[in-house]
Nanobody, 128 residues
Framework: QLQLVESGGGLVQPGGSLRLSCAAS????????IGWFRQAPGKEREGVAC????????YYADSVKGRFTISRDNAKNTVYLQMNSLKPEDTAVYYC?????????????????????WGQGTQVTVSS
């Protein structure tokens, strides 16, 4: 059974940084495209970033471009989301999810329905 576990969330001041981890068990992460999504209270879950299984092509939402970086460590079976210059509007529960077929492109926004396996989420709070 595919299982994803997020970690690394917490409370950080505006302008600070956090690195989220998405660890996989039961499958090899490199065989899947991994997306990061977030959901703020009262808002829809939105796609933030993803990294393609085949060639590592990436996608970033306009709201995080230049501040967030997605990467994978195949040896650790983990995908990371490095978040810099955090803003209060980045506050949300962050989820990682896996897709067996999705190709990440900056021309196409992430769609939740394309991702079938989800983690439980990790809370990120940006506040002074």
């Amino acid at each position: 059974q595919l299982q994803l576990v997020e970690s690394g969330g917490g409370l950080v001041q505006p302008g600070g940084s956090l690195r989220l981890s998405c660890a996989a068990s039961g499958f090899t992460l490199n065989y899947y495209t991994i997306g990061w999504f977030r959901q703020a209270p009262g808002k829809e879950r939105e796609g933030v970033a993803c990294i393609t299984k085949s060639d590592g092509n990436t996608y970033y939402a306009d709201s995080v471009k230049g501040r967030f970086t997605i990467s994978r460590d195949n040896a650790k079976n983990t995908v990371y989301l490095q978040m810099n210059s955090l803003k209060p509007e980045d506050t949300a529960v962050y989820y990682c999810a896996a897709s067996g077929y999705y190709y990440c492109s900056n021309y196409v926004s992430l769609v939740k329905a394309d991702f079938g396996s989800w983690g439980q989420g990790t809370q990120v709070t940006v506040s002074s």
